[in-house]
T-cell receptor, first 113, second 115 residues
């Protein structure tokens, strides 16, 4: 079975500082990888995804994530965060040919002024 | 194009009552997924449905929980004889087809509180 590990439950950071949210997964088969963001009392919104091709994927609001197959990681990074980035971020994995998602336990990003 | 809709947004039930959670997928989507999020945890897959078919219910508890996605109308997640441990946020997601972009679009969730 799949498992997704987000080691950091909370990440406090000052505005305009860089941030990295870590995600590791375990799987014996090929996977698709996703990062979702959840604002308070809202549903999940897709931030970015890796299906195939370039291992570096970017979102429209400055986040990027790199798929590292050898380390089974898909860490999320942003070079300069804003207050509005304060939210909870979930890493998710789906085995190719299946649509069942396995989620990590989430990382709460708290951006301070 | 409206997103995935779930209602009610908040639901309070006493122990032993039934809870019915509704999910209307995005227009044109024929696949629905239900997830449960316990406090301080990530989402856990419960069930995957297509119209009139349950495709994968490997995450559903064996008793008291059932799900359906009829030909007409929303998908329903039904919890009978609720217990305090059922208190959680229940999210529905939809997708247009099984082998498309593998992306799932999530609704705002229903927060169930069992008193």
């Amino acid at each position: 079975a799949q498992s997704v590990t987000q080691l950091d439950s909370q990440v406090p950071v000052f505005e305009e500082a860089p941030v990295e949210l870590r995600c590791n997964y375990s799987s014996s088969v090929s996977v698709y990888l996703f990062w979702y963001v959840q604002y308070p009392n809202q549903g999940l919104q897709l931030l970015l995804k890796y299906l195939s091709g370039s291992t570096l994927v970017e979102s429209i609001n400055g986040f990027e994530a790199e798929f590292n197959k050898s380390q089974t990681s898909f860490h999320l990074r942003k070079p300069s965060v804003h207050i509005s980035d304060t939210a909870e971020y979930f890493c998710a994995v789906s085995e190719t040919h299946f649509n069942k998602f396995y989620f990590g336990s989430g990382t709460k990003l708290n951006v301070k002024p | 194009n409206a997103g995935v809709m779930q209602n009610p947004r908040h639901l309070v039930r006493r122990r032993g009552q039934e809870a019915r959670l509704r999910c209307s997928p995005m227009k044109g989507h024929s696949h629905v997924y239900w997830y449960r999020q316990l406090p301080e945890e990530g989402l856990k897959f419960m069930v995957y449905l297509q119209k009139e078919n349950i495709i994968d219910e490997s995450g559903m508890p064996k008793e008291r929980f059932s799900a359906e996605f009829p030909k007409e109308g929303p998908s329903i997640l039904r919890i009978q004889q609720v217990v305090r441990g059922d208190s959680a946020a229940y999210f529905c997601a939809s997708s247009p087809a099984r082998d498309s972009s593998y992306e799932q679009y999530f609704g705002p969730g229903t927060r169930l509180t069992v008193t």
